[in-house]
Each structure stands twice: as C-alpha cells, then as structure tokens.
C-alpha cells in the first residue's frame, strides 16, 4: 500500500496553526517557509496539489497581542477578519518567490451542502488545477457559526479532498503519526473499527491555546476520508522532508487505508457532504429489503418521520432500535410523508391527490452503510 502513494498525482495537504507557529505560539516565518517548501517539491515534481490551512486567527490574535484564544463567537470572527489576509500575503510572497501563483478559497459547511454549490466549488478548482495556480483553502471564518462551521480543518481538509477527488490527504501534525501509550507508531490502519476499538484507548489529546483540532479531530477525519475511499496519512508537520518521504513511499507517519466501497461522486456527496434535514425510521421488512434486496424505499415500510423537509432534501435513514444506516433523496416533502406513512403505493394518489412515483427514495438516490 505504501508504495502505491508513489502514484499519487492530486494530493490534499492540511497544516494546522501548530504547524505554522513557534514553540511560543506566534506565527514563525521559517516554519512557514518549510512548509511552503515541501508543497513546492510537491508540484515541481508534476504533482497537483491543494494546501489547506489554518492559521487566520492566529495571524489576528498575534496582530492585537491576544495570548489566549478568544472564547466568543465575535472576537473569534474579528481575529479571522483581522488574520485572513495576513496569512495569504505571507503564502502570496513565499509561493511567488519560487514562481508559483496562489488562490484564496474560503468554504464553509453550508457552501458544500448545497449540491449547486459544491458543484461550482469543485469546478473553480479544477480551473485553478489547469492553470497551474495552487489554491489555498480555509475555512471562512469570519461567517462562520456554530450550525455551519466545520469545527476544525481536518474534516474541512477530508471535505476538500472528496471536492477535488484527492488520490491522497496528507495531514501534516505535531507528531509522525498516531503513537499507542507504550511509545510504538502504529504505520497502518486497514478499518474504521480499529479506530474505534483501538486507537481510541490511546487518546492524549493536549488542547492549545490557537488550535481547535487534536489527535481526536484527526481520528474522526480518517473515518471519514476511510468511508469517502481517501487514503489519510499523517506525518510529522515538523520535519522538512516527511511529506516527500511519505509520497516516495517510505514508512513515515501513520497510514488509513480508503474503503474499496465504490460510490459515486454524487453518492458519496449525498452520504457525507449533503445537509440532512430530517429521519425516516424504518420497519425491519424495509430495513432488510434496502440492504439486502437492493430495493427502493416505499411508503409502507416507514414508520415514523423526523423533522421539516422538502421534495429533493436528503434526509437519514434509521432503524426501529434508532441506527442510523443510510442516506437518501426524498421525492416526497414531510408533510406528504405524514400523510402516506405506512401507506401502499396504490394509495397515494387517493391521499394526497397526486403521486409523483411509487417510490419515496429511489435505489439510485441511496446510500447505505449498515
């Protein structure tokens, strides 16, 4: 597997604020440099690559002589208004000084949630790709809220990769991989339920004064990018050639293998970037005839409906014991659902006095997981 990465040709890589920053927490000009550095060799050597990073309010907490994080929602957005364009002019004069062009992209949740603008998101960047302009990724910070944000830039970073249908995301960190309590790395990771029955036992996480992420943000984001079928590598952030040694192939930092559960494009967008506005609870006949049957999911076999959505909203799957087991498109509103839960598809017609098609989900709109 690891000699695989040798093929890697669009690479995600994600630098949090630690990466950037000094052991006193300001913002350090020779970290930023290496960093800069080993996405350059990145691209020199025909790769295609986008660097995700944070580091905007620790630009602006150092600007107005902040030493601890702000706790408000406002201050938070003033130091990433004050910081974002700090840490652009820093990347801008870095990248052009080895003449390479940059782009500032600034997502939020929402904006990936909404498929037209995941669309438009994913389409800019594959024009930056073929005018071979490097695009620099954070999070908007300064519109960000609580309901929209990412929470941190590792899922941001994992959300990137499935835009751009990465090869690989390369998480840069404090350390060269996940290490267990007894001081031994682990190099690979092959399932989400090592995760969760493993590595988990072995969390330290050590919350910082300019960061939000740690080593749990880390673990949920390989989850994540294991399920989109991305693999995940996390490396020391601090070495200057660990991101060359981990594309050559060697065994440096801690490997998450992708999932081969192939989905589509529009399929993995439905499972994990999508908003989801509402729950059908499933009997157990239709429970079986999703997974099993590779069925469409009827009236009759939903027992109950969660939550305000319209026609064309994607909404989760549950089971009668709560699971949740997949993701799917409704072709009927909440409040039609209310009308024809349980119901045969024969009847729809007479309920509400019009049937746009037998089926509430179609298999094609489907994902399932469970």
Same mark, same amino acid.
């Given at each position: 597997?690891?000699?695989?990465?040798?093929?890697?040709?669009?690479?995600?890589?994600?630098? %949090?604020?630690?990466?950037? +920053?000094?052991?006193?927490?300001?913002?350090?000009?020779?970290?930023? @440099?290496?960093?800069? $550095?080993?996405?350059?060799?990145?691209?020199?050597?025909?790769?295609?690559?986008?660097?995700?990073?944070?580091? *905007?309010? *620790?630009?602006?907490?150092? /600007?107005? %002589?902040?030493?601890?994080?702000?706790?408000?929602?406002?201050?938070?957005?003033?130091?990433?208004?004050? &910081?974002?364009?700090?840490?652009?002019?820093?990347?801008?004069?870095?990248?052009?000084?080895? $003449?390479?062009? +940059?782009?500032?992209?600034?997502?939020?949740?929402? =904006?990936?949630?909404?498929? +037209?603008?995941?669309?438009?998101?994913?389409? +800019?960047?594959?024009?930056?790709?073929?005018?071979?302009?490097? @695009?620099?990724?954070?999070?908007?910070?300064?519109?960000?809220?609580?309901?929209?944000?990412?929470?941190?830039?590792?899922?941001?970073?994992?959300?990137?990769?499935?835009?751009? =249908?990465?090869?690989?995301?390369?998480?840069?960190?404090?350390?060269? =991989?996940?290490?267990?309590?007894?001081?031994?790395?682990?190099?690979?990771?092959?399932?989400?339920?090592?995760?969760?029955?493993?590595?988990?036992?072995?969390?330290?996480?050590?919350? !910082?004064?300019?960061?939000? %992420?740690?080593?749990?943000?880390?673990?949920?984001?390989?989850?994540?990018?294991?399920?989109? =079928?991305?693999?995940?590598?996390?490396?020391?952030?601090?070495? /200057?050639?660990?991101?060359?040694?981990?594309?050559?192939?060697?065994?440096? &930092?801690?490997?998450?293998?992708?999932?081969?559960? *192939?989905?589509?494009?529009?399929?993995?967008?439905?499972?994990?970037?999508? @908003?989801?506005?509402?729950?059908?609870?499933?009997?157990?006949?239709?429970?079986?005839?999703?997974?099993?049957?590779?069925?469409?999911?009827?009236?009759?076999?939903?027992?109950?409906?969660? &939550?305000?959505?319209?026609? &064309?909203?994607?909404?989760?799957?549950?089971?009668?014991?709560? *699971?949740?087991?997949?993701?799917?498109?409704?072709?009927?509103?909440?409040?039609?659902? /209310?009308?024809?839960?349980? !119901? !045969?598809?024969?009847?729809?017609?007479?309920?509400?006095?019009?049937?746009?098609?037998?089926?509430?989900?179609?298999?094609?709109?489907?994902?399932?997981?469970?």
């Amino acid at each position: 597997m690891r000699q695989q990465l040798k093929f890697s040709i669009r690479v995600v890589v994600k630098a %949090g604020t630690s990466i950037l +920053t000094s052991e006193d927490g300001k913002i350090s000009s020779r970290n930023l @440099a290496r960093l800069g $550095g080993a996405v350059e060799r990145v691209l020199k050597a025909g790769k295609q690559a986008v660097l995700v990073s944070s580091g *905007a309010i *620790a630009y602006g907490m150092q /600007a107005m %002589g902040f030493l601890k994080r702000p706790k408000e929602m406002a201050r938070l957005q003033a130091c990433a208004a004050i &910081g974002q364009g700090k840490l652009m002019h820093a990347y801008e004069e870095f990248f052009l000084s080895k $003449g390479l062009t +940059t782009a500032q992209i600034l997502l939020t949740r929402d =904006g990936l949630e909404d498929r +037209t603008r995941f669309l438009a998101a994913r389409k +800019t960047l594959e024009e930056l790709f073929s005018l071979g302009v490097l @695009a620099i990724v954070n999070e908007n910070d300064t519109v960000a809220t609580d309901e929209i944000a990412f929470g941190d830039n590792d899922i941001l970073s994992v959300q990137v990769a499935h835009l751009v =249908g990465a090869d690989l995301l390369v998480i840069l960190s404090d350390v060269d =991989g996940f290490y267990l309590r007894d001081g031994s790395r682990i190099r690979e990771v092959a399932s989400e339920a090592e995760i969760d029955t493993e590595l988990v036992k072995h969390l330290r996480d050590k919350r !910082k004064e300019k960061t939000v %992420g740690g080593m749990r943000a880390k673990l949920k984001a390989a989850k994540l990018a294991m399920r989109l =079928g991305i693999p995940l590598l996390m490396v020391s952030g601090h070495e /200057a050639n660990s991101l060359e040694r981990a594309l050559a192939g060697e065994d440096v &930092g801690t490997l998450f293998h992708a999932s081969r559960l *192939a989905k589509s494009s529009r399929g993995k967008w439905i499972a994990f970037s999508a @908003a989801r506005k509402g729950a059908l609870t499933l009997d157990r006949g239709a429970h079986e005839a999703l997974l099993k049957k590779k069925r469409s999911l009827l009236a009759s076999g939903i027992v109950r409906v969660r &939550g305000a959505f319209e026609r &064309g909203d994607v909404v989760e799957l549950e089971t009668l014991e709560g *699971a949740i087991f997949g993701r799917g498109v409704v072709r009927y509103s909440s409040r039609d659902l /209310a009308q024809i839960t349980g !119901k !045969k598809s024969h009847e729809i017609q007479a309920i509400l006095g019009y049937k746009y098609q037998d089926e509430v989900i179609h298999r094609n709109d489907l994902v399932l997981w469970g």
